[in-house]
């Protein structure tokens, strides 16, 4: 417990004026950066997200709609440019957060193509352990989860980004996936006192964000940071405007969702060299 206690008094002097102003300019420098890189060298990408929604987002609202109303699926087309603009999205926002941790002179594009698969196996290693778990839940007689609070998302993001750093930096093998995890988890728990202002400053980004929207729009989600705010709040028949809109509105919260994954990256290359506790895999 002495150990615990001393790890987290030192997680507290990083709010100390000075530490805290190092870790602000770091995390802006980094962030900067990379948001440049993105849009030098990734636009086109940013260009044919916004095109297929100003051009089909009223479809998309309506086979939605359609859906929820119905059970009835959109036919092939439509379904196909949904999963297009789902998988450019996820091009977009991987390629911001490898380029994040990029500290080399590389060229960025192929920075992305080498560590990009990586980064998959990492998000496919965690939809296992989903399946896996509601495998057991279901063997168990366990037909009825409660839904979880939104805050668990928070936590759930931070440990996901966290884990891909670490892997990221290590070799790959299953045993260094599993050891990432781990190292993921000491981090968060010996750095308590931090880790939690950094997952509450993501409570409050969202908590001003939907504020300012309520300006902006009739009606809000209940939550919009980490989510495509454009599919949550698009309703059939929406004018243009009111798409372009939406997408500005994205983007924004896109940024800002990004400056805080800045704070994140900082945060775990002040700390990710620290041995916390003896590793229970090492045997």
Known sequence: MRAILSFWY??????????????????????????????TNFIWLIVIDVAIFLI??????????????????????????MLAR?????????????????????????????????????????????????YLLTALGITKIPHAPWWSTLIFRTIEYTTALFW?????????????????????FYNLPFTS????????????ARMVLTLVL???????????????????DTPLPLLIKMVLIKYALFVLEAFWLSLLVSFYRRRKD????????SA
């Open 218 to 236: 009739t009606t809000t989600p209940t939550h919009i940071i980490l989510n495509d705010v454009s599919e949550l709040l698009v309703m059939p």
């Open 56 to 81: 089909f987002g009223d479809i998309f609202a309506k086979a939605n709609a359609m859906h929820l109303k119905t059970g009835t699926f959109a036919s092939g087309p439509i379904m196909l440019m």
């Open 86 to 134: 789902s998988v450019i999205w996820f091009l977009i926002t991987s390629a911001f957060f490898l380029l994040m941790r990029k500290g080399d002179q590389r060229d960025p594009r192929e920075y992305v193509k080498v560590y990009f698969f990586r980064y998959v196996q990492l998000l496919i290693f965690f939809s296992l352990l989903l399946l896996v778990g509601l």
């Open 197 to 208: 202002v950094l997952i509450g400053l993501l409570w409050l980004f969202d908590y001003v």
């Open 10 to 39: 030192h997680s507290l002097l990083l709010f100390l004026p000075s530490r805290l102003w190092g870790l602000l300019k770091s995390s802006t420098r980094t962030f900067g950066r990379t948001l440049k890189q993105l849009v």
């Open 274 to 281: 620290i041995v916390y506790a003896t590793s229970v895999l």
């Open 168 to 188: 990221l930096d290590s070799t790959s093998n299953l045993k260094n996936m599993l050891f990432s995890f781990e190292k993921t988890i000491n981090l968060i």
